[in-house]
């Protein structure tokens, strides 16, 4: 199994330029999610889904768009970069949301 | 909504000395998780403790859960250059809902 993963692994945009961050994963879970780290601010929730066809709003979601087709993947949209979105981008999956959480191996945004 | 509070943010230790980092919730957590995220990685689980009073070990790390389930704690027996990182505790913001990472501690050991 490849468990979570995360492309691409580093991407710069110039703000106003729209851009989708792809998270895939091969477990059959229900539940996935996106975080954003900042330094100093740890993980914090962008949209989350219990499953196909559903989700939801966490902490952070403005700017942020989500979707949720299939089981397996779950893209990250940004319709407008702002330097405020430069960060690292975690994807997660559990079974269940109060699961261990398996995440991918990130995506280091830069807006300039 | 909960908040998970982390302290301390930093620790610089000498490898060989002792590590505890603590975790506060503002309501009572029906679990929690913790995680280690190494530098330039990723988080990746730990443990869970679902039980008032739990305490797990795994190697030299000793994992609490309180009595009134609003505080855990991590403790490192002995700490070594491998355990550098940040460790975050998470809990579920009521019920069955996302969790709800604290800001983390960065461990830095210093050989």
């Known amino acids: 199994n490849a468990g979570v993963t995360q492309t691409p692994k580093f991407q710069v945009l110039k703000t106003g330029q729209s851009m989708t961050l792809q998270c895939a994963q091969d477990?059959?879970?229900?539940?996935m999610s996106w975080y954003r780290q900042d330094p100093g601010m740890g993980l914090r929730l962008i949209h989350y889904?219990?499953?196909?066809?559903?989700?939801d709003q966490g902490e952070v979601p403005n700017g942020y768009n989500v979707s949720r087709s299939t089981t397996e993947d779950f893209p990250l949209r940004l319709l407008s970069a702002a330097p405020s979105q430069t960060s690292v981008y975690f994807c997660?999956?559990?079974?269940?949301?109060?699961?261990?959480?398996?995440f991918g191996p990130g995506t280091r945004l830069t807006v300039t | 909504g909960q908040q998970v509070m982390q302290i301390p943010q930093y620790q610089h230790v000498q490898e060989g000395e002792d590590f505890t980092t603590y975790c506060n919730s503002s309501?009572?957590?029906?679990?929690i998780q913790w995680y280690k995220q190494r530098p330039g990685g990723h988080p990746v689980f730990l443990i869970q403790?679902?039980?008032?009073?739990e305490v797990k070990k795994q190697k030299r790390l000793t994992f609490q859960f309180g009595e009134a389930k609003k505080n855990s704690s991590l403790h490192i027996t002995a700490t070594q250059t491998t355990d550098v990182g940040t460790y975050f505790c998470?809990?579920?913001?009521?019920?069955?809902?996302?969790?709800?990472f604290g800001k983390g501690t960065r461990l830095s050991v210093i050989a």
């Open positions: 997660a999956s559990s079974p269940r949301v109060l699961d261990e959480q398996y």
């Open positions: 477990m059959n879970h229900e539940y």
């Open positions: 889904s219990v499953g196909a066809g559903i989700t």
């Open positions: 309501t009572t957590l029906s679990n």
């Open positions: 403790l679902v039980k008032s009073g």
């Open positions: 998470a809990g579920p913001q009521s019920g069955n809902t996302p969790l709800v």
